[in-house]
């Protein structure tokens, strides 16, 4: 059993050394932006009180922070880990946990914010296929615009060790695997994990551990837009602001959502994404191969794969020295596998 049990990503916080240049790009991502206390805050349309925040300084990032359903669930997992339970003295108010995880990224456990009513969304248009026409003579007229960011959805982080890192969040917060993604059979690089609410629907992922070669860091964070029509738009919008682009639009395999990544000012990678899978406690864990990891359904391959890209440095020797770590192992004789 864990400490308690989380019911969703909550934000993530970076530093920046220009916060103008982060606001600019976060209006053009389709955050709502605003500034609080010397930072700068993203907010969606679902009534939370911020998303995104960064604070000034050298261009880092700081935490990722998921929240409790109650203060009670804060206090049970700050007694459990010898912390205290402080005020948010951030918009929304409420209370916050601060934990150090193994690879010593900050975790920012959260509850008891203040929440506004959430703003509407574009509506879904109606949709024809050739097994179904619901739109009829109701033409389509988009107007452009950036994307309209409903909530943060999930972040990844890489990590030194996966097993260990597994350990530590799934104890304390519960989180369940969805897809576990082996360098080669029976060998981890790392896991897609959901939040455990029970019989209620979560997303596919709100946290994926990847153990992969060079520095630490997130590699993205993740945000829901309306509909896939509203993605498209964002992509267009960000394209004429002449924003970098990292990888997109595509349909991923694990998740299955339509993603499309984006780069702001200081390299952090963001992704508008889409259509994603749901699932309760109650459906297993699957084993996939890193190739499912970057591959795409339809759309745009990733840059590595495209050639636009060389791979991280050592990705080819780790996976390589894994691969031979398992070869080794299942060419064993039955005595030295004993031994």
């Known amino acids: 059993m864990s ?79 010898g912390v205290a339970v402080d005020d948010l003295a951030e918009p929304g108010g409420g209370k916050i946990v601060r934990l150090t995880d193994p690879d010593g990224y900050t975790v920012e456990v959260v509850a008891g914010q203040a929440k506004d009513a959430a703003a509407p969304l574009p509506a879904d248009q109606p949709f024809n296929t050739a097994a179904a026409k619901p739109r009829f003579r109701q033409p389509v007229r988009l107007d452009p615009a950036p994307a309209h960011v409903k909530r943060i959805g999930h972040a990844v982080l890489k990590v030194r060790d996966f097993r260990k890192s597994e350990k530590w969040y799934k104890d304390r917060f519960g989180f369940l695997t969805s897809d576990e993604v082996e360098a080669a059979k029976d060998v981890p690089l790392g896991a897609f994990m959901r939040c455990d609410r029970g019989d209620k629907p979560a997303d596919h992922h709100t946290l994926f551990l990847a153990q992969l070669p060079g520095e630490l860091g997130i590699l993205h964070a993740a945000f829901e837009v309306a509909n896939l029509d509203d993605l498209m738009l964002g992509h267009q919008h960000l394209k004429a602001k002449k924003r970098e682009a990292a990888w997109g639009v595509g349909r991923h395999i694990m998740g299955s959502q339509v993603f499309d990544y984006w780069k702001d000012p200081f390299g952090n990678e963001l992704e508008h994404w889409t259509d994603g899978d749901l699932f309760t406690a109650a459906d297993p864990p699957q084993k996939m191969p890193m190739s499912a990891l970057l591959a795409v359904q339809w759309g745009s391959p990733h840059p590595m794969f495209a050639g636009k890209l060389p791979p991280p440095p050592g990705l080819i020797a780790f996976v390589t020295a894994l691969q031979l770590r398992v070869k080794r192992l299942f060419s064993r004789k039955p005595e030295e596998s004993a031994a």
């Open 3 to 81: 400490v308690i049990r989380i019911e969703d990503i909550a934000h993530v916080r970076y530093a920046a050394p220009d916060l103008a240049a982060m606001r600019a790009f976060l209006d053009d991502f389709g955050l709502r932006t605003f500034e609080d206390g010397g930072r700068l805050y993203g907010k969606g349309s679902d009534g939370r009180p911020f998303l995104h925040v960064t604070e000034p300084g050298e261009a880092k990032f700081l935490a990722v922070g998921f929240r409790a359903e109650t203060v009670a669930d804060l206090e049970k997992l700050a007694a459990h880990e």
